[in-house]
C-alpha cells in the first residue's frame, strides 16, 4: 500500500503539477524554476543525475537563474527523503541554503477520510464564502502559528479566489469567530487534492472539529473526481492526519535561501 500511494505520488505531484497557475515557470533540466507571486522563489524536480558533479552544476545555475530576478528576496529547494540524490544536501548548505525542519509526506484514500463526526454544539463548519471568511481565517493561523505575515497571505488567497483558481477553504465557526480552517486544492490531470493549511485555536482542539473539516473536504474531493488525498505534515499535526486515515509515505525538507 505504502509503495502503491508513494509511485502515486512521484509520477503525478512532482514537477510541473506543483508549480501549475503561478505566473513564471522556466525549465533548467530537470528542475522546475518558479516564481510565486511576490518575491519567493521554488525548485522542484521529478529526479535528478546520479552524479553528485552534475548536481552541483545544476544548483549553481538554479540559484544564478534567481540571483538574476532581484524582486526574488527568498528560494524553497523542496528535497524528498526517498531520492536518490548524491551530494545533494551538502551542495545546497555550501551555497547558503539552510534546512527548515523536515515535514511527512502523507497520503490516503478520500473515501477512508470521510466519517460521521458530531461537532460540540454551536460549532458549524462550512465553506468560507467571503473575503471577510478568508481574512478572518488566515488571522485565526496567523495567531496559532505565530505567522507575522498572515495578512499578506490572506491577500493572496482573496486574489486567487477572485481568479477563480480551484481550491477551496473551509473553516469551522463557533459565536461568529474561526475556531478552525484547512484548505483543498484539486491538483488538475491528477487523482489527487491536496489538504493544507489545517489550524485550530488551543481551546477547541480535541474535540473532532478538525476531522470533520478533513471528511467535509474529502466528500468535496470525491465529488470531483479525486480519489487521493495528499498532505505535507509537521511532526504536530500528522497523528492528526493519521486518525484520519492518512498514511506516511516519506519525508520531505525544504532548503532555503534567502538574499
Do not use: C
Amino acid at each position: 500500500m505504502h509503495e502503491e500511494l508513494l509511485q502515486a505520488y512521484d509520477d503525478q505531484l512532482r514537477g510541473a503539477a506543483e508549480v501549475q497557475g503561478e505566473a513564471e515557470v522556466d525549465r533548467l533540466g530537470p528542475l522546475w524554476l518558479a516564481q510565486f507571486r511576490g518575491d519567493r522563489g521554488f525548485i522542484t524536480y521529478r529526479t535528478l543525475p546520479a552524479d553528485a558533479r552534475e548536481i552541483a552544476e545544476l544548483a549553481d545555475a538554479a540559484l544564478e537563474h534567481f540571483r538574476e530576478r532581484t524582486t526574488v528576496t527568498a528560494v524553497e529547494w523542496k528535497t524528498r527523503g526517498h531520492d536518490a540524490a548524491p551530494g545533494l544536501e551538502g551542495t545546497l548548505r555550501e551555497r547558503g541554503f539552510i534546512a527548515e525542519e523536515p515535514e511527512s509526506i502523507m497520503i490516503g484514500r478520500a473515501e477512508g477520510l470521510i466519517a460521521e463526526v458530531e461537532l460540540p454544539e454551536g460549532v458549524e463548519v462550512r465553506r468560507a464564502s467571503s473575503d471577510d471568511d478568508i481574512r478572518a481565517s488566515y488571522e485565526m493561523q496567523g495567531l496559532v502559528f505565530d505567522d507575522p505575515d498572515w495578512r499578506a497571505r490572506a491577500d493572496d488567497a482573496v486574489r486567487r479566489r477572485e481568479a477563480g483558481e480551484q481550491q477551496e477553504l473551509w473553516i469551522a465557526v463557533a459565536d461568529g469567530a474561526v475556531v478552525s480552517t484547512g484548505r483543498l486544492e484539486p491538483v488538475d490531470g491528477t487523482d489527487f487534492a491536496g489538504i493544507w493549511g489545517g489550524a485550530t485555536l488551543p481551546e477547541w482542539r480535541g474535540r473532532g472539529i478538525y476531522r470533520a473539516l478533513t471528511s467535509r473536504r474529502a466528500k468535496v474531493a470525491l465529488a470531483l473526481g479525486k480519489t487521493l488525498i495528499n498532505s505535507d505534515s509537521t511532526e504536530f499535526s500528522r497523528p492528526i492526519l493519521e486518525r484520519s486515515g492518512l498514511v506516511r509515505v516519506s519525508t520531505t525538507t525544504p532548503y532555503v535561501w534567502t538574499r
